[in-house]
């Protein structure tokens, strides 16, 4: 099972790619923070976020239309939640439930695409570093680099057991899946889980303590 949407597009070289990575990281956070405290129903200051953000999309050198794919992924889950929310929101009843779910959509598009744009635009090691430098929990940063590298290597197991599975079934309605599916996911966690254990126990006989360390800095800055 291929991966290839978690990595960004090695061929888009921008602006963006040249600041510093702590600098991209603290904008971003800025800029969602920001968006996520805007009252319900406000409507401009979600305008001029999501035209800077826009502008930031356009001269990163990122094609727009690939974060939208890779938005559209969780667009989904963003929905429900508004439908969820809008009716049991405190505002809803001043300003109705369209306007309060209207309003939680377009905060979590623009949280999203600013994310993805950072993500696009530094890779995910340079991100690490960043969060080291700014004094981010070492926990935080070895379960993130942990949680990356191996997600790979997950994902080319479910690969491997999805084709196992479907080598000794038959069955080609999606409804008649759902129950292998369901246990196909139990038996990737429980994999998954005996992988961790072995994985720490063979860092820790090799002097893990918690901390990473690399003779790569992060990628210089074009000139």
Not at 29 to 45: C, D, K, N
Not at 75 to 83: K, S, T
Not at 107 to 122: D, E, F, G, P
Request: charged letters at 20%; a positive charge; one cysteine or more.
């Amino acid at each position: 099972m291929r991966l290839d949407w978690l990595e960004p597009d090695q061929s888009a070289r921008g602006p963006l790619h040249r600041i510093d990575a702590r600098v991209k990281l603290l904008a971003t956070l800025a800029l969602v923070i920001s968006v996520v405290l805007l009252p319900i129903g406000v409507w401009r200051p979600l305008g001029g976020a999501a035209i800077l953000l826009a502008f930031l999309i356009g001269i990163s050198g990122v094609p727009p239309g690939l974060l939208m794919r890779r938005g559209l992924a969780v667009l989904p889950v963003v929905v429900l939640l508004a439908v969820m929310i809008a009716h049991s929101h405190p505002m809803a009843p001043a300003l109705g439930p369209w306007i309060v779910g209207g309003t939680i959509l377009a905060k979590n598009c623009l949280t999203i695409l600013s994310v993805l744009l950072l993500a696009h635009v530094t890779p995910f090691r340079d991100l690490m570093t960043a969060l080291e430098r700014l004094r981010a929990p070492t926990v935080l940063v070895a379960t993130l680099l942990l949680m990356y590298r191996y997600l790979f290597v997950l994902a080319d197991q479910l690969g491997r057991m999805a084709r196992a599975r479907r080598s000794r079934s038959f069955r080609n309605s999606r409804w008649s899946e759902w129950p292998l599916g369901a246990s196909l996911i139990a038996g990737l966690l429980l994999r998954s889980f005996e992988r961790g254990e072995r994985v720490h126990a063979a860092m820790l006989a090799r002097g893990w303590d918690g901390t990473f360390r690399s003779l790569d800095g992060p990628d210089p800055p074009d000139r």
